[in-house]
């Protein structure tokens, strides 16, 4: 398990994905607000950027052939992915965002 300061959260773009690339795992944080959330960058369905994706509320639309994720989780929610991609957990601590990757969560 490690952590990683990715930047200030107002650095963050609000209601907007950003891609972060650490060590091998390519992830996708949202800001909503003052939360923040981050999953696996990679749509599990085919080669796309869920960074890149429009959010509605706490879901994500993949900009390639449009399955939505729950930001929260990583959970799929729609056609034609059938997989979840990870979730990392997220912490705001003196205004800084800090994602913590698990072995669970590491992106292959
Ligand atoms: S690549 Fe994301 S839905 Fe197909």
């Known amino acids: 398990m490690t952590e990683h300061a990715i930047g ?11 891609r972060f690339d650490i060590g091998e795992d390519r992830i ?7 939360a923040v ?3 696996g960058d990679r749509c599990s369905h085919a080669e796309a950027s869920l960074a890149e994706g429009e959010l509605f509320d706490l879901e994500v639309e ?8 729950d930001i929260t989780t990583g959970e799929q929610r ?3 992915a059938t997989k979840p991609v990870p979730c990392y957990p997220t912490e705001i601590r003196n205004g800084e965002v800090i994602i913590t990757i698990t072995s669970e969560a590491h992106d292959e």
């Open 8 to 18: 200030a959260l107002e650095a963050l773009p609000n209601r907007a994905g950003q």
């Open 37 to 39: 959330y981050a999953i």
């Open 78 to 80: 729609s056609l034609p």
């Open 62 to 69: 993949c900009p390639r052939h449009g399955a939505e994720f």
């Open 28 to 34: 996708a944080v949202f800001r909503v607000d003052d």
